[in-house]
């Protein structure tokens, strides 16, 4: 069987616990990190259990067999999502602190590898489950760790003031994570600029071939240097270049010499099935 990725499922965060209750115990595939098992969890996703806080599990990937550090297996987070505000939503990010703050896991100045094609389907298919139940999904800016050398992204539910998640955003999530199936007509692209919700690129994942790596909101735009720039772009594996919110992003000299600039018509629209709907525009097309 092909393994894709792994989901990790810290028994301290109360939505990775609960859906480790719904999907139940099943076949080990004899692989053991620190004397917990690793479990098969769906055609391509194997599951493996954590005592501690997964945004403090640094360097987890270098604890993992052989078998699933060549080539680095994607690491896959549940998680609860907190805010100031108690946004009720599903969301998906990745991993990493832009800038010197790192309060919340990982290193300053730190990112780790994104995988876009296996996070645009992640969101895609909690907004199509979402929806039925009134909720919401969108991706986040890059925030917080671990940190890691493996791909890795975090997917989570956001509940406000509620004791605990719904039981359909629980379902959504056991559901969508053991059965994620990336799209590889998908154009893979370094976000920049926008609020830490990212709408703009939320938008465009949705409705065309987009898939962005990692995406960096206008708040992080300051004091972010041209190193960490690299990274992102980087860590954005398969990159064809740079989509940015606002015309002003592109004038930041950091992102200078990363790659193209492109625009937002230049992936194709996707059908409601998730097929593709007319011809792709050339590079030199314009968007907004």
Known sequence: MATSYLVVASEADPVASRLVERWGVSDSTGWFIDGAPIRRLGPDALLLRRPGLHIHDEGLDLRLPVQLRNPPITMVFPSIHRSEQGVECLTVHPLGNPGEAAEVGGRARTLTP?????????????????????LSATYEATHHGPELAHPAFFV????GTAAVPTEEAI???????????????????????????????????LRRHWA???????HALTGLDAPTARSAFDRTPGSEGILFARA????????????PRLRDGQAPPRDARGGTTGASLSPTASGT
Do not use: K, W
């Open 114 to 134: 994104t995988d876009p094609r296996r996070m645009a389907a992640t969101l895609r298919r909690l907004s199509e489950m979402g929806e039925s139940f009134g």
């Open 156 to 159: 989570e539910i956001g509940y």
């Open 171 to 205: 379902e959504v999530l056991a559901s969508t994570i053991p059965e994620i199936l990336p799209d590889s007509r998908d154009l893979i692209a370094l976000a920049v600029g926008g609020g830490h919700y990212a709408p703009h690129f939320t938008y465009l994942a």
């Open 212 to 218: 962005f790596g990692h995406i960096l909101s206008r």
């Open 248 to 259: 002003e992003d592109a004038t930041n000299p950091v992102f200078s010499g990363l790659g």
